[in-house]
């Protein structure tokens, strides 16, 4: 089941969208004793990124993976990590809320392999995964009408061609998305109106918008400052 928050204030969304999130990560270590967070990169996430590492949960419970990654060093500018880092990861190791082990960045050195290892060995699946679409309408590294989104893989792939700059790119799996728990979708300023149009477009399915693989996950909310 999915539902749309829209609120013209993007702080407000932010805030809502933290809280919702911290609510479930909550929940799923109250059931399991521990959850599995999946975050992409994105000038879009930073916000909620500030939001979360304000909030009372219990990080030392969190294990932290990417949706995908440039295939760059972890320092580098184009890195989704860098901006995780920034924003979350040492905020909260500067309080020592976070230990390094709960921390999985993907390391394009080691491949998808070594990733899907580490994935497995905490559950083999994303229970909370936060989401942002693109102009495009693709989510992670999954783009329209692009052999990414309609690959079978069970974990993550890779590609040389990604539509977006650079052509370099780790993903995590259209199957691996729609299996999570909790999910929430991002589309925020000017620039994603047409992807919500998209989004919103009965008649295209998931090849033609990734960003509808959110309605695959078992409870999902999709958070937008646009109307359509």
């Known amino acids: 089941m999915t539902t749309t928050k829209y609120d013209p204030n993007r702080a407000a969304l932010e805030r809502l969208c933290a809280e919702t999130i911290a609510q479930q990560l909550q929940a799923v270590i109250a059931r399991r004793g521990s959850v599995v967070f999946a975050v992409p990169g994105g000038r879009s996430v930073s916000g ?10 219990d990080w030392q419970d969190v294990k932290i993976f990417v949706v995908d990654e440039r295939q760059v060093s972890l320092t580098s500018d184009q890195s989704n990590f860098k901006l995780l880092s920034h924003y979350l990861i040492e905020p909260l190791q500067k309080l020592n809320k976070l230990s390094p082990d ?13 990733y899907q290892q580490q994935l497995e060995a905490v ?83 998931v090849t033609d918008c990734p960003a509808k693989i959110v309605d695959l996950v078992e409870q999902a909310t999709v958070y937008t400052d646009n109307t359509v």
Do not use: C, W
């Not at 909620?48 to 949960?57: C, P, T």
């Not at 709960?102 to 070594?114: L, R, T």
């Open 123 to 205: 559950g083999a699946k994303f229970d909370v995964v936060l989401l942002s679409a693109g102009e495009d309408g693709h989510v992670a590294g999954l783009f329209p009408n692009h052999h990414s989104i309609e690959s079978t893989a069970p974990f993550f792939l890779t590609m040389t061609d990604s539509p977006k700059p650079p052509p370099e790119r780790m993903t995590t799996s259209k199957r691996l998305l729609a299996a999570a728990t909790y999910g929430s979708l991002l589309f925020f300023g000017d620039g994603k109106k047409q992807a919500l149009k998209n989004y919103q477009d009965q008649t295209l399915g």
């Open 102 to 114: 709960n921390i999985f960045p993907y390391d394009a050195a080691q491949g998808i392999e070594k």
């Open 48 to 57: 909620i990124f500030s939001e979360l590492a304000s909030r009372s949960i």
